[in-house]
C-alpha cells in the first residue's frame, strides 16, 4: 500500500446523519461500499438520500440508482423532508437512474456482471463521488446468474473501490440471522431495528460492522424528523 492511501484512511466522508458520525470516528472511510439494512419502512432509502445531499452541499456529485422502484416516486416521497433535495436534482448535482424499469422487464434479463458494468458506466460517465443503490432484495429473482453473485459483487465493489466512489447499498433484512454476500463484503453494515413498546414504535440503528474505525455496536436510538433521520448516542429504550 503507498503512504498516500494509507493517510487517504484517515479521511473521512461526512454521513449526512445527524448523530451518525460522532459513533463511526467522523463519518465513513472515502471510496468505500457500506450497505444499509433493515425491514420495510425502516428509513434505508431515506439514510441514502441524506447521504448524497450532504454530498451535494460540499460539490461532490452523487447518484441513486434505483434497481426497483420508480426513482421519481421516490424523488416525491423525499420531498416531505427539508433537505433541499429538488434543487440538487434541478441542477445535476444528484442525479437518479431508473435500472428497474428494464431488470423487471421478462425479456431483458442481465447476469450480475452486466447490471455491475452498467451501474459502474454511469458512475464513470458522470464523474459521480457518491453513490447509492436500491435496493438488492429480491435481485436473485430478476438476473440470469444467481449463483455467480458473490464473484461479480466482489469484482464491483473492488471497482468502486478504485474509482474512490463512496457507496451505500440497501436491502430489506428478512431475518435477523440471514446474512448475505453483501454483508460480508461490504466494508461496513448499518442495521436499522425497530420494536413495539407501549404501543408505540421504537426505532433504533446497530453498527453492526465498521472495517477499520472503531465503534460500538450497541443499539443506539434513532428518529424520523423533518430535516430526515437523527441518531442519539444512547439506547432506544
Known sequence: MYVGEILKSLDRVPSGVPGLDELIGGGFLPGRVYLVTGPP????????????????KNGEKGVFISLVENPK?????????????????????????????????????LTWN?????????????????AVIDSFTSMEHLVKDPGNKRWALGRFIRALQELETTTLITSEMLQGDAYTDEHYLADGVLVIHHFMRNYQ???ALQILK??????????????????GIRVYNEGPF
Open 201 to 203: 414504535m421504537v426505532r
Open 114 to 130: 452486466e447490471l455491475f458494468n452498467q451501474i459502474l458506466q454511469i458512475i464513470n460517465e458522470e464523474g459521480i463521488k457518491r
Open 210 to 227: 465498521m472495517r477499520g474505525v472503531p465503534h460500538d455496536s450497541n443499539l443506539k436510538r434513532m428518529r424520523f424528523t423533518d430535516e
Open 73 to 109: 416516486i421516490i424523488l416525491q416521497d423525499m420531498l416531505r423532508y427539508n433537505f433541499g433535495l429538488l434543487g440538487y436534482a434541478k441542477s445535476k448535482a444528484i442525479t437518479f437512474h431508473d435500472l428497474g424499469r428494464l431488470l423487471l422487464r421478462a425479456e431483458y434479463r
Open 41 to 56: 419502512g425502516s428509513g434505508k432509502t431515506t439514510i441514502g438520500v441524506q447521504f448524497l445531499v450532504e454530498g451535494a
